[in-house]
């Protein structure tokens, strides 16, 4: 399909979804907000892709709601428009291949619960990321369900509480940021990581993600007994004997299954 408010971008076994939006920096609109999660369910379709990542174009990752779009709805239109802001954190956790964030600038609001969405992110030294609904007036309900499942609840509540933004470093102590690197090593890095990724058996890496997301909300014991079952699963294929041979063998593994 045609985008206007992302760019896809695909080099060897990793897409890149590209926040086209420089201008607003890349806050969320209806069109964004659509097109993104269309994007992400391309590239999850796409045979030849492994790994997704997601940047923003220009100065910020993204920064939240375009509020240009707030005024003048009923109570049924802001939930179906909100709820809309908010599908692509459904969408990346139902998607069986990994998507990393890769962000610079400001990740706010939104783009702070985008960041916590993605399955790993990395972010260039100086980003400022903050859940900053609070300073208008209104809370960031929605982003605050990813960012508690990375950061915690208390972490979390003095986000969304304060207001407060918090840098790179400091995002990454609090676990909402794997990787902090220099702004100009920021590209180079995040595709090191997604090819790493894409040198592994797509399906280990695709059942695996199912899996941990699957087992999230269980309660112990059926977490482990459900996981033990796709585990089981996972034995039964052509990539986990490909991997255990080439392991014994002493040989780089030949991945047979997408």
């Known amino acids: 399909m045609d985008y206007t408010s992302v760019k896809i971008e695909r080099n060897k076994h990793v897409g890149i979804i590209v926040l086209n939006r420089p201008e ?34 220009g100065k910020a990752f993204c920064t939240g709601i375009d509020l240009a779009e707030f005024p003048g709805k009923t109570q049924q239109q802001y939930r179906e428009w909100i709820s809309l802001m908010e599908r692509v954190v459904h969408v990346i956790a139902y998607m069986k291949k990994p998507v990393i964030a890769s962000a610079h600038g400001y990740a706010v609001a939104n783009g702070a619960g985008l960041i916590a969405a993605c399955d790993l992110a990395i972010a260039a030294e100086g980003t400022k990321i903050g859940a900053t609904a609070i300073n208008v007036g209104l809370f960031c309900m929605g ?60 399906l280990a890496l695709q059942m695996g993600k199912e899996a941990f997301y699957g087992m999230s909300d269980m309660e112990y014991g059926k977490a482990l007994a459900y996981s033990n079952e796709v585990f089981a699963a996972l034995c039964m294929t052509e990539d986990a004997k490909e991997g255990v041979d080439a392991f014994l063998n002493k040989r780089k593994p030949q991945w047979k299954e997408e």
């Open 24 to 57: 607003q920096f890349n806050t969320f609109n209806t069109s964004l907000a659509e097109e993104l999660c269309k994007a992400l369910l391309e590239l999850e379709m796409d045979k030849n892709v492994r790994v997704a990542v997601i940047r923003g174009a």
């Open 143 to 202: 982003p605050a369900v990813p960012l508690s499942r990375s950061i915690g609840r208390k972490r979390c509540l003095e986000l969304v509480m304060t207001g407060d933004m918090i840098d790179a470093r400091e995002a990454e102590r609090w676990g909402l940021i794997n990787r902090v690197v220099p702004p100009e090593k920021l590209e180079e890095e995040t595709m090191a990581l997604a090819n790493k990724l894409a040198e592994k058996s797509p």
